[in-house]
């Protein structure tokens, strides 16, 4: 009886033995991608067309960073996808990811988020009430801003103060004249464009390839269902 209790025993042992190896083999590749995504503020870009990144094609998907700016052309949408967070850039747009922002430089786009996603437009800063589900949409045309609040209450910053627009409310701003104000108080004259260095920067060229592919991962698990994306057309 004794053997077959050693037997027992050391069979027990090497079933433990092999599912701490597996379970060792998974959490190392499991967690550095989740490590890498919860200390930074990446997200997923997927595009229905020609679409650029800080100036460079992007394929179907690719992974983004905060800082990087997202260029769309006529014919073409892109989605930017993050965990609770979802933007939709409009054609012939211009957008930068900022992390927990998304700054409009021109043209338009449409947040849902969860997770009190604001966005830019110059001088004007517009930000979900709540972190209850809000989708909001915002369009730069000529200097005259529009947002549009669907879904959620929307808190509007700028020059004059803060006020509420209330879900199924729009309105309109005039980006020029806050950009004004602005300049009048620092007493100097119009902030000079920024130059196309920007747009060159070699930024996402740094991440490792290793990283990109755990974090694609990642957030393709988490993420909801991307655009259907179509082969990008030459520009």
């Not at 949409?137 to 808190?155: H, N, P, S």
């Not at 009048?184 to 070699?202: E, K, N, Q, Y």
Request: charged share 20%; glycine share 12%.
């Amino acid at each position: 009886m004794g053997g077959k209790f050693t037997h027992r025993a050391v069979g027990d042992a090497m079933r433990n033995l092999t599912a701490r190896a597996i379970l060792s083999c998974v959490l190392i590749f499991v967690l550095p991608a989740s490590l890498f995504a919860a200390d930074t503020t990446a997200a997923m870009l997927y595009t229905n067309g020609t679409a650029w990144i800080n100036g460079g094609s992007v394929p179907r998907s690719s992974a983004i960073f905060s800082g990087d700016l997202v260029q769309t052309k006529a014919d073409s949408v892109a989605s930017i996808k993050a965990p609770g967070s979802s933007v939709l850039v409009s054609s012939d747009s211009l957008v930068q990811y900022q992390g927990d922002s998304i700054k409009l430089e021109h043209g338009g786009m449409s947040v849902s988020t969860s997770k009190n996603m604001a966005a830019r437009i110059g001088a004007l800063r517009v930000v979900p009430v709540s972190a209850a589900w809000t989708e909001f949409e915002v369009r730069d045309t000529d200097g005259a801003v529009k947002i549009i609040a669907r879904k959620g209450d929307l808190t509007l910053i700028d020059s004059n103060g803060t006020t509420t627009l209330a879900q199924g409310q729009e309105t309109t701003r005039d980006e020029s004249q806050e950009q004004e104000k602005k300049d009048r108080r620092r007493g100097g004259g119009a902030v000079p464009a920024a130059g196309g260095g920007i747009l060159d920067s070699p930024y996402a060229i740094a991440i490792g390839a290793g990283a990109v592919g755990g974090l694609t991962a990642w957030v393709l698990l988490r993420g909801d269902e991307p655009l259907s994306p179509k082969d990008p057309a030459g520009p």
